[in-house]
Protein backbone atom coordinates (compact mmCIF):
# COMPACT_ATOMS: atom_id res chain seq x y z
CA UNK A 1 0.00 0.00 0.00
CA UNK A 2 1.48 3.78 -1.31
CA UNK A 3 2.19 6.05 2.12
CA UNK A 4 -0.02 8.50 2.47
CA UNK A 5 1.19 11.76 0.74
CA UNK A 6 -0.78 14.19 2.09
CA UNK A 7 -2.33 15.48 5.54
CA UNK A 8 -5.45 17.44 5.27
CA UNK A 9 -4.81 21.16 7.03
CA UNK A 10 -6.72 24.27 7.05
CA UNK A 11 -4.08 25.90 4.57
CA UNK A 12 -4.55 22.47 2.00
CA UNK A 13 -8.56 22.89 2.63
CA UNK A 14 -8.18 26.35 1.29
CA UNK A 15 -5.88 25.70 -1.47
CA UNK A 16 -8.40 23.26 -2.80
CA UNK A 17 -10.70 25.86 -2.61
CA UNK A 18 -8.74 27.90 -4.89
CA UNK A 19 -7.42 25.20 -7.46
CA UNK A 20 -10.98 23.95 -7.92
CA UNK A 21 -12.07 27.64 -9.26
CA UNK A 22 -9.17 27.84 -11.65
CA UNK A 23 -9.30 26.35 -15.30
CA UNK A 24 -7.50 23.44 -15.42
CA UNK A 25 -5.87 24.59 -18.76
CA UNK A 26 -4.76 27.17 -16.85
CA UNK A 27 -3.48 24.95 -13.63
CA UNK A 28 -1.60 22.94 -16.79
CA UNK A 29 0.65 25.95 -17.62
CA UNK A 30 0.92 26.41 -13.69
CA UNK A 31 2.03 23.14 -12.41
CA UNK A 32 3.99 22.94 -15.96
CA UNK A 33 6.10 26.13 -14.74
CA UNK A 34 6.87 25.22 -11.45
CA UNK A 35 8.27 21.27 -12.77
CA UNK A 36 10.48 22.99 -14.84
CA UNK A 37 12.03 25.15 -11.83
CA UNK A 38 12.01 22.54 -9.36
CA UNK A 39 14.69 21.89 -7.81
CA UNK A 40 17.02 24.48 -8.84
CA UNK A 41 18.53 26.50 -6.99
CA UNK A 42 17.98 30.14 -5.91
CA UNK A 43 15.06 29.87 -9.30
CA UNK A 44 11.21 31.04 -8.73
CA UNK A 45 8.58 29.57 -11.18
CA UNK A 46 7.74 33.08 -11.92
CA UNK A 47 8.58 36.68 -11.45
CA UNK A 48 7.01 39.30 -9.71
CA UNK A 49 5.70 40.94 -12.81
CA UNK A 50 4.30 37.22 -14.09
CA UNK A 51 2.90 36.75 -10.44
CA UNK A 52 1.21 40.12 -10.73
CA UNK A 53 -0.15 39.57 -14.21
CA UNK A 54 -0.99 35.48 -12.87
CA UNK A 55 -3.29 37.62 -10.26
CA UNK A 56 -5.31 39.29 -12.77
CA UNK A 57 -5.95 36.21 -14.63
CA UNK A 58 -6.65 33.87 -12.34
CA UNK A 59 -8.96 36.33 -9.96
CA UNK A 60 -7.11 35.63 -6.89
CA UNK A 61 -4.90 38.18 -4.20
CA UNK A 62 -1.22 38.12 -4.05
CA UNK A 63 -1.76 35.93 -0.83
CA UNK A 64 -3.75 33.34 -2.44
CA UNK A 65 -1.89 32.97 -5.54
CA UNK A 66 1.39 32.12 -3.16
CA UNK A 67 -1.06 29.59 -1.41
CA UNK A 68 -2.10 28.26 -4.84
CA UNK A 69 1.16 27.59 -6.47
CA UNK A 70 3.23 26.44 -2.65
CA UNK A 71 0.27 23.92 -2.74
CA UNK A 72 1.19 23.02 -5.93
CA UNK A 73 4.92 22.59 -5.94
CA UNK A 74 4.08 20.90 -2.53
CA UNK A 75 2.29 18.53 -4.42
CA UNK A 76 5.11 17.32 -6.78
CA UNK A 77 7.47 18.04 -4.34
CA UNK A 78 5.70 14.72 -2.68
CA UNK A 79 5.01 12.88 -5.75
CA UNK A 80 8.81 13.27 -6.39
CA UNK A 81 10.01 12.19 -2.85
CA UNK A 82 7.98 9.11 -3.14
CA UNK A 83 8.65 8.35 -6.87
CA UNK A 84 4.58 8.34 -6.85
CA UNK A 85 3.12 6.79 -10.07
CA UNK A 86 0.09 8.64 -11.82
CA UNK A 87 -2.67 6.48 -10.22
CA UNK A 88 -1.11 7.09 -6.70
CA UNK A 89 -0.69 10.72 -6.91
CA UNK A 90 -4.47 10.82 -9.01
CA UNK A 91 -6.12 8.64 -6.17
CA UNK A 92 -4.50 10.64 -3.13
CA UNK A 93 -5.28 14.15 -4.63
CA UNK A 94 -8.98 13.11 -5.15
CA UNK A 95 -9.29 12.40 -1.31
CA UNK A 96 -8.40 16.19 -1.05
CA UNK A 97 -11.70 16.51 -2.56
CA UNK A 98 -9.87 17.99 -5.71
CA UNK A 99 -12.37 18.05 -8.81
CA UNK A 100 -11.64 14.83 -11.18
CA UNK A 101 -10.63 17.28 -14.19
CA UNK A 102 -8.17 18.85 -11.77
CA UNK A 103 -6.56 15.91 -10.50
CA UNK A 104 -6.24 14.24 -13.80
CA UNK A 105 -4.46 17.53 -15.10
CA UNK A 106 -2.00 17.63 -12.19
CA UNK A 107 -1.64 13.51 -12.74
CA UNK A 108 -0.78 14.35 -16.48
CA UNK A 109 1.83 16.95 -15.80
CA UNK A 110 3.61 15.00 -13.56
CA UNK A 111 3.44 12.03 -15.87
CA UNK A 112 4.92 14.26 -18.47
CA UNK A 113 7.59 15.74 -16.13
CA UNK A 114 8.23 13.20 -13.37
CA UNK A 115 11.64 11.84 -15.15
CA UNK A 116 13.48 14.78 -14.87
CA UNK A 117 12.50 16.08 -11.73
CA UNK A 118 13.43 12.91 -9.94
CA UNK A 119 16.72 13.16 -12.09
CA UNK A 120 17.12 16.65 -11.02
CA UNK A 121 16.53 15.87 -7.65
CA UNK A 122 18.73 12.77 -7.17
CA UNK A 123 21.60 14.74 -8.54
CA UNK A 124 21.40 17.98 -6.47
CA UNK A 125 19.10 16.73 -3.61
CA UNK A 126 16.76 18.50 -1.67
CA UNK A 127 19.18 21.11 0.76
CA UNK A 128 22.12 23.29 -0.02
CA UNK A 129 22.46 24.68 3.24
CA UNK A 130 21.83 23.45 6.75
CA UNK A 131 20.29 25.63 9.67
CA UNK A 132 22.48 25.96 12.30
CA UNK A 133 21.03 28.41 14.56
CA UNK A 134 18.53 30.43 15.18
CA UNK A 135 18.25 33.92 17.43
CA UNK A 136 15.10 36.30 17.76
CA UNK A 137 14.30 39.39 19.48
CA UNK A 138 10.90 41.08 20.13
CA UNK A 139 10.32 45.19 19.70
CA UNK A 140 7.34 47.19 20.19
CA UNK A 141 6.85 50.43 18.52
CA UNK A 142 4.82 52.31 20.99
CA UNK A 143 4.29 56.33 18.86
CA UNK A 144 5.06 58.20 15.87
CA UNK A 145 5.19 61.67 15.35
CA UNK A 146 1.85 61.29 13.66
CA UNK A 147 0.77 58.87 16.36
CA UNK A 148 0.40 59.62 19.88
CA UNK A 149 -0.75 56.33 21.03
CA UNK A 150 0.44 52.86 18.91
CA UNK A 151 1.33 49.75 19.59
CA UNK A 152 3.18 47.62 16.76
CA UNK A 153 4.67 44.72 17.73
CA UNK A 154 7.23 43.36 15.12
CA UNK A 155 9.78 40.38 15.46
CA UNK A 156 13.05 40.20 14.31
CA UNK A 157 14.31 36.69 13.84
CA UNK A 158 17.60 35.46 12.37
CA UNK A 159 18.56 32.55 10.65
CA UNK A 160 22.06 30.82 10.77
CA UNK A 161 22.92 29.06 7.53
CA UNK A 162 25.71 26.66 6.79
CA UNK A 163 26.85 24.52 3.64
CA UNK A 164 28.81 21.62 3.86
CA UNK A 165 31.60 22.69 2.35
CA UNK A 166 32.04 26.10 3.52
CA UNK A 167 32.51 26.88 6.93
CA UNK A 168 31.62 30.30 7.15
CA UNK A 169 27.71 30.95 8.11
CA UNK A 170 25.17 32.77 6.15
CA UNK A 171 22.99 34.99 8.29
CA UNK A 172 19.64 35.58 7.32
CA UNK A 173 17.29 38.48 9.29
CA UNK A 174 13.81 38.35 8.56
CA UNK A 175 11.49 41.22 10.16
CA UNK A 176 7.89 40.11 10.58
CA UNK A 177 4.44 41.88 11.76
CA UNK A 178 2.41 40.04 13.91
CA UNK A 179 0.30 39.02 11.02
CA UNK A 180 2.84 37.77 9.07
CA UNK A 181 4.79 35.94 11.89
CA UNK A 182 0.96 34.22 12.51
CA UNK A 183 1.26 33.39 8.72
CA UNK A 184 4.61 31.92 9.44
CA UNK A 185 3.37 29.81 11.65
CA UNK A 186 0.96 28.57 9.99
CA UNK A 187 3.23 27.47 7.20
CA UNK A 188 5.94 25.92 9.66
CA UNK A 189 2.84 23.38 11.53
CA UNK A 190 2.01 22.80 7.88
CA UNK A 191 5.25 21.26 7.27
CA UNK A 192 5.75 19.44 10.81
CA UNK A 193 1.95 17.74 9.97
CA UNK A 194 3.20 16.87 6.40
CA UNK A 195 6.48 15.65 7.80
CA UNK A 196 4.59 13.72 10.40
CA UNK A 197 2.91 12.23 7.94
CA UNK A 198 6.15 11.21 6.38
CA UNK A 199 7.70 8.98 9.38
CA UNK A 200 4.23 7.48 10.85
Given at each position: ????????????Q???S??N??E??????????????????E??????????????????????L???????????????????????????????Q?????????????????????????????????????????????????????????????L?????D???????R?????????????????????????F?
Amino acid sequence: MAAFMFTVTPSIQKAVSLINNIEKSKISLLLTRILSKLYIVESRPFTDEEEEKLQGALGVSSEELELVLQTLEFFVQQAAYHSAKPQVLSTQLKELQIDDDKVDCIAEVWTNGAYGVINRLKSKGLACKKLEDINWRLNLQLAQSTKVKLKAPNTLLELALKSDDDESKERIRLDFSHEELYQFYQQLETIQQQLDTLFK
